[in-house]
Nanobody
Framework: VQLQAYGGGLVQAGGSLRLSCVAS????????MGWIRQAPGKEREFVAA???????YYGDSVKGRFTTSRDNAKNTVYLQMNSLKPEDTAVYYC????????????WGRGTQVTVSS
């Protein structure tokens, strides 16, 4: 099972980025799949996820700014990040089998998102 995230980079505050996560090795259409981030010196933080019911859930700090979507045919999950803030700077991990908000059965390598002020 592999999760590969794409789309991180450097952006100015107020800008947008779109992350993609491609899963291979198994189908995750019925799994909790989404994004968890970790900033330097901070604990992991839940960002967004699709749960088994296909409902989407967001962390409080990103509600209204981030949107997650999925394409089951492509086994891909997306994270559209708008109105980015410097405090969004972190390594963003794609994860599957998310439980307990910041725990997961499968993790991608992570992609760096840096928001400059």
């Amino acid at each position: 099972v592999q999760l590969q995230a794409y789309g991180g980079g450097l952006v100015q505050a107020g800008g947008s980025l779109r992350l993609s996560c491609v899963a291979s090795g198994r189908t995750f259409s019925n799994s909790n799949m989404g994004w968890i981030r970790q900033a330097p010196g901070k604990e992991r933080e839940f960002v967004a996820a699709f749960k088994l019911s296909s409902n989407t859930y967001y962390g409080d700090s990103v509600k209204g700014r981030f949107t997650t979507s999925r394409d089951n045919a492509k086994n891909t999950v997306y994270l559209q990040m708008n109105s980015l803030k410097p405090e969004d700077t972190a390594v963003y991990y794609c994860a599957a089998g998310i439980h307990g908000s910041t725990k997961a059965d499968y993790w991608g390598r992570g992609t760096q998102v840096t928001v400059s002020s």
